[in-house]
């Protein structure tokens, strides 16, 4: 069992910049990927920034350029680094964990960007 917690989020202006974190805990050691993802009210969940064993990463088209994701193995945490951020990124963003067997959701953080 590995288990996420979220932290970073909430209100920002429009233009501002925001840092999410996430610690996991637990059998951390079988994480293989991990991932941003985010919930808009009446939108299905998508994917953000993905990071992969090895250091690559992916990222939706609606953020490049704008967040980076990064994780840092040896204290368990992945993180997002969000600037530029818009009203379109207001959302319930989520970590995700891709273990050998199954996969790991955190509680969430939400996002808002508004004057």
């Known amino acids: 069992q590995v288990q996420l917690v979220e932290s970073g989020g909430g209100l920002v202006q429009p233009g501002g910049s925001l840092r999410l974190s996430c610690a996991a805990s637990?059998?951390?050691?079988?994480?293989?990927?991990m991932a941003w993802y985010r919930q808009s009210p009446g939108s299905q969940r998508e994917q953000v920034a993905r990071?992969?064993?090895?250091?690559?990463?992916n990222y939706a088209e609606s953020v490049k350029g704008r967040f980076t994701i990064s994780r840092d193995i040896a204290n368990d945490a992945l993180y997002l680094q969000m600037n530029n951020l818009k009203p379109e990124d207001t959302a319930v963003y989520y970590c995700?964990?891709?273990?050998?067997?199954?996969?790991?959701w955190g509680q969430g953080t939400q996002v808002t960007v508004s004057s």
């Open positions: 995700y964990a891709r273990a050998r067997i199954e996969g790991y």
């Open positions: 637990g059998n951390t050691i079988t994480i293989i990927n």
């Open positions: 990071i992969i064993s090895g250091g690559q990463t």
